[in-house]
């Protein structure tokens, strides 16, 4: 009767009742593993692991089969951070139930947090070898691990076998769907996905994962009704929503991208996600003002970052509100990793304006960028402008030393000769430039100092 009670209490979650009963057990039959067992998990639960540990060592030292003691003993030497008295136990354990899965997917996890893989597959691949056909957990570890390693073959060996003999559980064709899904294998994927939808329908995550495997394998209409379903069976799925704009913009359908970004905005405000898309999604769309009211919203925010500050510039700039646009860029800037990018386009905006401080700013984007033509091209301009113009030949000169056929470099390099009084090189170089492209930026530019010449 004190037996039974003291169970009934530990179902309950009546530990402390629980307590009572096997100490009473203890005392009245004290050759009994039984009481000092239910007393560790009795103490256990109450967070009195010194107490649990000793009732559990005196129920592993009766017991001559039974692992289940230092079981639970490794686990809580493992949650306080013991990990070499962890071990010691779990050891003890699998040499004295070898067939106790427990301890081997334990001494896994071990190996995992230590880095040693070798170690962790043997573990798992015991405790695969003893686990319930139907337990799903050590197979899918060991799938991990030889995943992780690259063995993919053997990781769909696992998964397989499980859910050959476990057709019911989606968790392992979810699994299989994702390894194949990771190995390009979409079609595979796609399959499994859908075998895990029918067994499990009311689960977000699954439609999403078969969508991808659609993406990935180009078949942009089947994932776009795969979305579309899912959103419908899932309205509050802000991740469906996220995917199936996405799918929009990659598209390039930038208007439907827009609608669903917009969307997503409207139902979920405080996601910056959604946001950040709708204000890429309408500036593709050349609806620079939408575009506008989106990086506006972003950069206001208190949880702003440098890259919003620095998406809202390039609104600005691409509006023509320059002046606004230096004050974006100024925040995007800020940091102790600045946006290279920012810092040239900013050097850009001030080259005519404040040439000393635009050769800084291009300065310090050419050493985190140092192979980017683009910048090199700023820094040159702003030599110019600030009158260094034997460092603005050097700029110009490195750049077509790379890429000849540079039409902007070879114009501003023939405005750096000119200036510098080599009339004749630097018509030679206006005259490069349209030659090699008629269009170019600057070409109104270059034939008005042709023409004067």
Do not use: C
Not at 164 to 184: K, S
Request: no cysteine; proline share 4%.
């Amino acid at each position: 009767m004190i037996f039974r009670a003291a169970i009934a209490s530990l179902l309950q979650a009546d530990f402390a009742g629980a307590e009572a009963n096997a100490r009473t057990l203890v005392e009245r039959a004290p050759e009994s593993p039984q009481g000092y067992h239910l007393l560790g998990l009795a103490l256990a639960n109450q967070g009195k692991v010194d107490e649990a540990i000793a009732a559990l060592d005196q129920a592993a030292a009766i017991y001559e089969f039974t692992s289940d003691p230092l079981i639970v003993k490794g686990d809580l030497l493992l949650e306080r951070g013991d990990i070499a008295a962890a071990r010691a136990t779990y050891v003890a354990a699998s040499e004295r139930d070898p067939g106790d899965w427990r301890a081997q997917d334990s001494l896994g996890g071990i190996a995992m947090g230590e880095g040693d893989t070798e170690a962790a597959i043997i573990h798992y691949e015991r405790a695969s070898e003893n686990a319930p056909t139907n337990l799903f957990g050590p197979q899918v570890k060991l799938a991990a691990i030889y995943a992780e390693v690259e063995r993919l073959d053997d990781a769909r060996r696992v998964l397989q076998e499980f859910t050959d003999a476990n057709p019911d559980q989606p968790e392992a064709l979810v699994a299989l769907g994702r390894l194949e899904f990771t190995d390009g294998r979409n079609d595979e994927a796609t399959k499994l996905f859908d075998a895990a939808i029918a067994l499990e329908p009311g689960k977000a995550q699954l439609p999403l994962f078969k969508a991808r495997a659609e993406l990935n394998a180009n078949r942009f209409d089947d994932a776009e009704k795969t979305l579309k379903k899912g959103i419908e069976n899932f309205p509050e799925d802000e991740a469906m929503q996220l995917e199936l704009a996405g799918l929009y913009g990659l598209t390039r359908r930038y208007d439907l991208a827009l609608a669903a970004f917009e969307d997503g905005v409207r139902k979920w405000p405080d996601q910056k996600a959604f946001r950040s898309g709708a204000s890429r999604a309408a500036y593709q769309a050349a609806d620079y003002e939408t575009a506008l009211i989106h990086t506006e919203a972003l950069a206001s925010r208190p949880d702003s970052s440098p890259n919003d500050h620095y998406w809202h510039a390039i609104v600005l700039e691409r509006l023509g509100r320059n002046e606004a646009a230096i004050k974006a860029y100024e925040l995007a800037i800020t940091g102790d990793a600045p946006n290279w990018l920012a810092l040239n386009n900013l050097s850009a905006l001030l080259s005519e304006t404040d040439p000393s401080r635009a050769v800084a700013l291009a300065s310090e984007a050419a050493a985190i960028a140092p192979d980017v033509d683009a910048v090199q091209d700023t820094l040159g301009f702003a030599y110019f402008n600030a009158g260094s113009l034997e460092m603005a030949t050097k700029t110009f000169e490195g750049i077509l030393s790379r890429e000849p056929g540079n039409a902007t470099a070879n114009y501003r390099l023939g405005l750096v000769m000119i200036k510098s009084g080599r009339e004749e090189e630097g018509r030679k170089l206006l005259e490069t430039a349209l030659s090699l492209d008629p269009e170019f930026r600057y070409k109104a530019e270059a034939q008005k100092l042709l023409a004067e010449q």
